[in-house]
């Protein structure tokens, strides 16, 4: 086809770089990975050596020390190539933490084997069983004892621990009770999983509906080296904050990758499919909801980049990030619904990738944050509505 979706931008030359990497891991790949419940390991690696991931760390520690606009178009890249980001974004901004709020003994430790990708730091840990979004009233406990913390609680829903060397706990040291402020009290750890895991933490994993590797983990006297606290002692929830908007813009960027992927799917197929003698697509039916998602898409990817744009001129970009990730999270998904409906029956066959990008997809609506917590956020924090919870 002549009209070439994404149409070219000021990034081309990194997304060609890109789709020269990612075209070495083809359909098959995927579908394999997928089959199997198995890790992209050899697709992470090679995004890793060939210093992908590391877009975000300064050229100091070893990074590319690129910004976020280019970042995200790395994520959107990989998703648009027919693959899942999901299973490695987390190494490209959890580091985020420690690079803004670690000392400068931790990040001379830390980020030269985060960027090299000698080290993985993709786990964060955060959310809990009973407390989900209301992470203020989260129970797991660092008590100090001395030169460590002791750790006890639970967690869920923390991704890639299984393929992590490092990761991110966000644990109360200050009993919810005693604080002046329900946010405070709360602090940020650096935790090596290995070694946790000889000595007080369990990892359950978590089947689910996408091949995404999740899991609950338990911490029973966890014991954890105090200089592994990140900044100053109960202020971790701030820190958490200060991080999200560059996750949801990097959430924002895949989906836009898998609307493109589901559009351009759609009316090629569209264009190809024959019956009663015509190509499906030159039924309105058919091509409406094509077009309808091409706009959305194309919407959203506006307010990614605005996003980016503020946030690399170290702007506030709140609104910005979770509109973003709104906008795109909403425009896979119905991509991925038109996508289905117009292959019909082909759509649930795994050999189209369609059903697994439909599963996959459909995961940004819920997590890292909720549609209903972004109307939230905006009704009180632009619209200057009463908070609602």
């Not at 590391?54 to 590319?64: D, F, K, N, R």
């Not at 940020?188 to 590797?213: K, W």
Request: proline fraction near 4%.
């Amino acid at each position: 086809m002549k009209n070439e979706i994404p149409g070219p931008d000021q990034y081309q030359e990194l997304r060609e770089a890109l789709r020269d990497l990612c075209g070495q891991f083809d359909s098959a790949y995927w579908q394999k990975v997928d089959e199997t419940r198995g890790y992209p390991e050899a697709f992470v690696s090679a995004l890793t050596h060939a210093g992908w991931l590391a877009a975000l760390i300064p050229a100091e520690y070893g990074g590319s020390g690129l910004g976020l606009a280019e970042a995200s178009v790395i994520m959107e890249e990989i998703n648009f190539s027919g693959g899942n980001a999901g299973s490695c974004h987390g190494q490209m901004y959890n580091m985020g933490t420690l690079l803004r709020h670690g000392s400068k003994e931790q990040k001379d430790f830390y980020l030269p084997k985060i960027a090299s990708g000698e080290w993985r730091l993709q786990s964060m840990a955060v959310t809990e069983p009973t407390t989900g979004t209301d992470t203020t009233k989260l129970k797991t406990t660092a008590t100090k004892r001395g030169d460590r913390y002791l750790v006890n609680g639970q967690k869920v829903w923390i991704s890639r621990i299984q393929h992590s060397d490092l990761m991110i706990l966000l644990a109360r040291t200050t009993p919810l009770a005693e604080v002046a402020k329900k946010s405070e009290g709360m602090s940020i750890f650096m935790v090596d999983i290995q070694s946790a895991l000889r000595q007080g933490m369990t990892v359950r994993p978590i089947l689910n509906m996408v091949n995404h590797e999740t899991n609950e983990v338990f911490f029973d006297n966890l014991e954890i080296p105090a200089e592994n606290l990140i900044g100053q002692e109960g202020q971790g929830f701030k820190y958490i904050l200060d991080g999200l908007n560059a996750e949801r813009v990097l959430i924002a960027a895949e989906c836009i990758g898998d609307a493109y992927w589901l559009i351009d799917k759609a009316r090629h197929y569209a264009n190809e499919r024959v019956v009663f003698d015509r190509p499906i697509g030159k039924n309105q039916g058919i091509q409406f909801p094509i077009a309808d998602a091409y706009i959305e898409t194309e919407a959203a990817n506006l307010m990614r980049f605005e996003a980016c744009r503020l946030f690399d001129d170290s702007k506030p970009c709140g609104p910005q990030a979770n509109m973003a990730k709104y906008l795109a999270a909403k425009a896979s998904f119905e991509a991925a619904n038109t996508c289905l409906q117009t292959h019909g029956g082909f759509g649930f066959a795994c050999e189209y990738d369609i059903e697994r990008k439909f599963r996959e997809t459909r995961l940004y609506q819920v997590a890292p944050i909720s549609t209903n917590l972004i109307y939230s956020y905006i009704a009180e924090h632009v619209l200057g509505l009463p908070r609602s919870f």
